[in-house]
């Protein structure tokens, strides 16, 4: 993944820009235990993690139920960690001297279900994953403020996954907390969240606007949390209750 950071971001020529239009938003969560959790989607090339599944049923949620031009739409993807649960798996494979998966060393990479995504959507746009230690949805919007300064790009989607993960995650997670007093959600091993937006600029939907200049992120490093939070509040009813338990087609094709 590439790491960015929100100053790097903000040195970039930007226009003066206060908000940005929210035209799409879709939320999904697995294996959470808690209400609203949904079947993992099924998809062709990706096995064992939740990760990708469901960075492309929520990317595949803000898309269909607002198609526009590939062309013109960019992509942005951020994660503290990735996807772990691939990442552990090669591991724990490798050490015991298992034959060497090729398919897992491809889906570790977030890059891979961007591309898949592209493939499903006709994306042509910029492609980007991010991590990061600040707050992540302070940085997606700032990358789409600075992104659609592009003449030929009218929306960005941004996403964001989060993985309960395994050992590796967990003392990740102790670290941060005891060196800069962090908290994480409590996620289950095999669970995972995923949010997205697509946005576009100011008046292309006028009554869904959402600022770029973020307050109290603080509380938000590391952590999709506030992403999710967003997204949730802008989500389309019918894109979350008609499609919650729909299954990609377009993998299927």
Same mark, same amino acid.
């Given at each position: 993944? *590439?790491?960015?950071?929100?100053? $790097?971001?903000? $040195?970039?020529? +930007?226009? +003066?820009?206060?908000?940005?239009? &929210? !035209?799409? /938003?879709?939320?999904?969560?697995?294996?959470?235990?808690?209400?609203?959790? =949904?079947? !993992?989607?099924?998809?062709?090339? @990706? &096995?064992?993690?939740? @990760? +990708?599944?469901? /960075?492309?049923?929520? $990317? %595949?949620?803000?898309?269909?139920?607002?198609?526009?031009?590939?062309?013109?739409?960019? &992509?942005? !993807?951020?994660? #503290?960690?990735?996807?772990? *649960?691939? /990442?552990?798996? %090669?591991?724990?494979?490798?050490?015991?001297?298992? &034959?060497?998966?090729? #398919?897992? @060393?491809?889906?570790?990479? /977030?890059? $891979?279900? !961007?591309?898949? =995504?592209?493939?499903? @959507?006709g994306i042509t746009g910029q492609m980007f994953s991010i991590s990061t230690l600040d707050d992540p949805l302070g940085e997606l919007l700032s990358m789409a403020d600075v992104l659609l300064d592009d003449p030929e790009l009218d929306r960005v989607l941004v996403l964001g996954v989060e993985l309960g993960g395994g050992e590796r995650v967990a003392a990740l997670h102790r670290e941060l907390e005891a060196d800069h007093g962090l908290t994480f959600p409590d996620l289950p091993e095999s669970a995972g969240l995923a949010a997205a937006m697509l946005l576009g600029r100011p008046g292309d939907a006028p009554s869904t606007q959402v600022p770029i200049e973020r307050t109290g992120a603080a509380a938000q490093v590391g952590t999709i949390q506030a992403l999710f939070a967003l997204a949730a509040a802008h989500a389309d009813p019918r894109t979350e209750s008609d499609e919650m338990e729909r299954t990609p087609t377009h993998a299927h094709q």
């Open positions: 993944m *590439t790491t960015t950071d929100e100053n $790097s971001l903000r $040195s970039s020529p +930007s226009s +003066s820009r206060a908000s940005l239009s &929210v !035209l799409g /938003a879709a939320t999904a969560t697995h294996g959470t235990g808690q209400d609203g959790d =949904i079947a !993992l989607p099924k998809l062709p090339g @990706f &096995v064992e993690s939740a @990760f +990708s599944p469901l /960075a492309y049923e929520v $990317s %595949a949620r803000c898309l269909t139920g607002h198609p526009g031009d590939g062309a013109r739409t960019a &992509v942005a !993807l951020a994660s #503290l960690a990735g996807d772990t *649960t691939t /990442a552990d798996l %090669a591991s724990r494979r490798m050490v015991s001297g298992r &034959v060497h998966n090729p #398919l897992l @060393f491809m889906q570790a990479t /977030a890059n $891979s279900v !961007l591309g898949h =995504i592209s493939r499903e @959507f």
